[in-house]
């Protein structure tokens, strides 16, 4: 029994103005609803962004990481962020670490990475979807959707698919406070009876959850640090 990443979703005020700029940034697919992309590439799972009226007030707990084939490549691709509608922001980079750090229209942070990134050698344009996160929150996605951990050093933890895509890395301690909703989420499906897997899941260490960040026939549930994410129902 396992899951599957089916989606991350991204909550946003504009829908479809995001999805054109996240379209536009990783040359995706965009589907007829406008709101969902399809990847191009070897990610394994869609890009979803739905409706919300609340306002981004805080960093996200995820973020992109996009990589670079060369020092141009890194400048064309901060430049055509820019031309789409990102911003540079501060987070307290320094400039001799070399990414550049952005936001999307809706203030969703980003990386650039130089080139000559090894942790990401393997990995495409999306390179990593970087988290705040603890190790025991990497080991419970690991089982959860059965990728391998590919690093687990320091309390910090990475999992991959075995079809390839980006990595899903975890910073480990310490975890930044969570305040409100993230405004990112998984949604999973599952490839077993779903009673079943959510059975399994919240024996991984999952809880259900009253958050209102599911589609109504999907659960809500969060991951051991708190985390919402949703498994489908039929």
Not at 28 to 57: N, Y
Not at 153 to 181: F, L, Y
Request: net charge negative; charged share 20%.
């Amino acid at each position: 029994m396992t899951s599957q990443l089916h989606a991350l979703c991204f909550d946003a005020n504009d829908p479809p103005r995001l999805a054109r700029f996240w379209a536009g940034v990783l040359d995706w697919e965009t589907e007829q609803d406008a709101v969902t992309l399809r990847p191009t590439d070897d990610t394994g799972f869609l890009l979803r962004f739905l409706p919300t009226g609340e306002p981004k007030t805080v960093p996200n707990q995820m973020h992109f990481d996009l990589t670079s084939q060369s020092l141009e490549h890194q400048q064309q691709t901060v430049a055509k962020s820019l031309d789409l509608g990102a911003r540079h922001i501060d987070i307290g980079q320094r400039p001799e670490e070399g990414h550049v750090v952005l936001a999307d229209p809706e203030g969703n942070e980003f990386c650039v990475l130089p080139p000559g990134n090894k942790f990401l050698a393997d990995c495409g344009f999306l390179g990593a979807i970087a988290s705040d996160g603890s190790q025991a929150v990497g080991y419970f996605w690991s089982k959860a959707l059965a990728w391998p951990l590919v690093w687990d050093q320091d309390e910090e933890t990475a999992i991959r698919s075995p079809h390839g895509g980006p990595k899903i890395t975890w910073g480990g301690s310490p975890v930044a406070p969570k305040p409100a909703k993230n405004r990112l989420h998984f949604d999973l499906t599952p490839s077993t009876d779903p009673h079943l897997e959510l059975n399994r899941l919240i024996s991984l260490g999952a809880t259900s959850s009253t958050t209102r960040q599911c589609d109504p026939t999907w659960i809500p549930l969060t991951d051991p640090d708190g985390n919402e994410f949703c498994l489908r129902t039929p």
